[in-house]
């Protein structure tokens, strides 16, 4: 099935992903996870974390898509190499360790660099947004709140939220898809600030 979309460029790939084609989105990942995976791996130099950080990667794919915020600009590939970038980013601050900077003319070393600026009140905002989702969570359908837990709180991939739950990855994604969007609508009906 996968073969016959290979003629069929990105943004049509997505359109027809969009209008319920699955094996087009199968095409897609097909298409671009060798050069996406190569460059996470190249960055952050283990396998593990890697796989992480490219299924995190088509997870904000899959649902900013699916949320129609995806904007046809013909520049698919670059938008998820961002997205990718910004994940390995964000690993490495969580970590505390330096970024290696890959030795590309297409890297802007001031976006892997970036100086944390918090200050008190944003810290106070911060804390009182993760009470809130804390709040929030609770709210959840189980088999969405156990998915949120295991990922945010217990840090797993979804592979292993997917064999801890019993159920395949592209559901633990769909439950996580849905606690995000359930969260959001709690957050606004509590009248509640929060950040995801």
Not at 22 to 34: D, G, K, N, T, V
């Amino acid at each position: 099935m996968t073969e016959t979309r290979n003629g069929l460029t990105d943004n049509e790939l997505i359109l027809g992903y969009k209008n319920g084609d699955y094996s087009c989105f199968e095409a897609l990942l097909a298409r671009h996870q060798a050069k996406v995976y190569g460059y996470i791996f190249s960055v952050v130099k283990d396998k593990d974390i890697s796989d992480d950080i490219f299924q995190d990667t088509f997870y904000k794919v899959v649902t900013t898509i699916n949320d129609g915020f995806y904007k046809d600009e013909n520049k698919f590939i670059h938008w998820v190499m961002r997205i990718a970038h910004n994940l390995i980013v964000d690993y490495f601050r969580r970590n505390n360790k330096m970024p290696m900077v890959p030795n590309r003319p297409d890297c802007n070393v001031v976006d892997t660099l970036k100086i944390p600026d918090d200050n008190i009140e944003k810290e106070i905002i911060r804390r009182q947004s993760s009470q809130n989702v804390r709040k929030l969570v609770k709210m959840l359908p189980p088999e969405q709140r156990r998915v949120v837990i295991l990922r945010h709180y217990g840090k797993c991939d979804f592979k292993d939220i997917a064999a801890r739950t019993g159920v395949s990855i592209n559901t633990a994604l769909g439950r996580m898809r849905y606690a995000i969007i359930n969260l959001r609508r709690l957050a606004a009906e509590h009248h509640m600030t929060i950040e995801l």
